[in-house]
């Protein structure tokens, strides 16, 4: 047993450059799928909720879809099915606009709920001072939605990073691809999933106690 042990700590040991890499690129691909998902999925909801017939209803037709798709079946998509069109991606671009349309679609649906929940007369108000719809947004509406929508988009950003690890089936070097090619070298199987899961673990953790430090900060007193 000892040996063992003394195996896994030395196997951890030179292995931390590995995992500094994976952890690297994880980050990446769902930073950028955040930011991509965030911007696309605002300018989703806003149609959903103020759009015309046409623009509601395949802002909704999208939401629908995207929805009922399973993450991996988005990301081999993007990587495998968009090569019939001539549009190659690599792994990681391909990892990130999958996980990045997905997020959209769930950022549009609490956006718009979010925007529904403000009174009409808010809206209405400030357009009759003279606002433009984008002053309105600015000023008066993304303030009072953010608050509502703040958790739930923690929540989201926590299962993007959670869905990175299936750009491992691509070829992506993140966390989890790491973690199997390790596991190739020494066969420590079970130690060093668990080592993969203790990363993830304290990057869902880190991130769920920075959404509530945000929601204090920004709470009405």
């Known amino acids: 047993m000892m040996n ?6 030395h ?9 500094a890499v994976g952890i690297g690129v994880a980050l990446s691909v769902s930073a950028l799928a955040v930011i991509m998902g965030t911007v696309l999925g605002v300018v989703i909801g806003l149609g959903l909720t103020y759009g015309n017939i046409v623009i509601r209803t395949l802002a909704r037709i999208y939401v629908d879809i995207i929805r009922g ?3 991996l079946v988005l990301i081999l998509a993007f990587f495998y099915v968009l090569t019939i069109w001539g549009i190659n991606l690599d792994p990681f671009q391909a990892g990130v606009l999958a996980l990045g349309v997905f ?15 403000i009174h ?3 809206r209405e108000a400030s357009l009759a001072l003279g606002l433009t719809f984008s002053q309105t947004f600015i000023s008066v509406l993304m303030p009072q939605a ?4 703040l958790p739930t988009w923690i929540n989201t950003v926590i299962e993007t990073v959670k869905g990175s690890t299936l750009v491992s089936i691509i070829g992506v070097v993140e966390i989890t691809l790491v973690t199997q090619q390790i596991i190739a070298r020494n066969f ?23 959404g509530k430090y945000i929601e204090k900060k920004i709470a009405i007193k």
């Not at 063992?4 to 700590?9: D, Q, R, V």
């Not at 953010?146 to 929508?149: E, T």
Request: net charge negative.
């Open 146 to 149: 953010l608050r509502q929508i």
């Open 4 to 9: 063992l042990n003394t195996g896994f700590w």
């Open 103 to 117: 997020s959209a679609a769930h950022v549009a649906e609490m956006t718009r709920g979010a925007l529904q929940n």
């Open 188 to 210: 420590l199987t079970m130690k060093f999933y668990a080592v993969c899961a203790l990363i993830y673990f304290c990057i869902g953790f880190s991130i769920e106690r920075f």
């Open 120 to 122: 009409s007369g808010q």
């Open 11 to 19: 196997e951890l040991w030179i292995s931390i450059d590995d995992f």
């Open 69 to 71: 798709i399973p993450v």
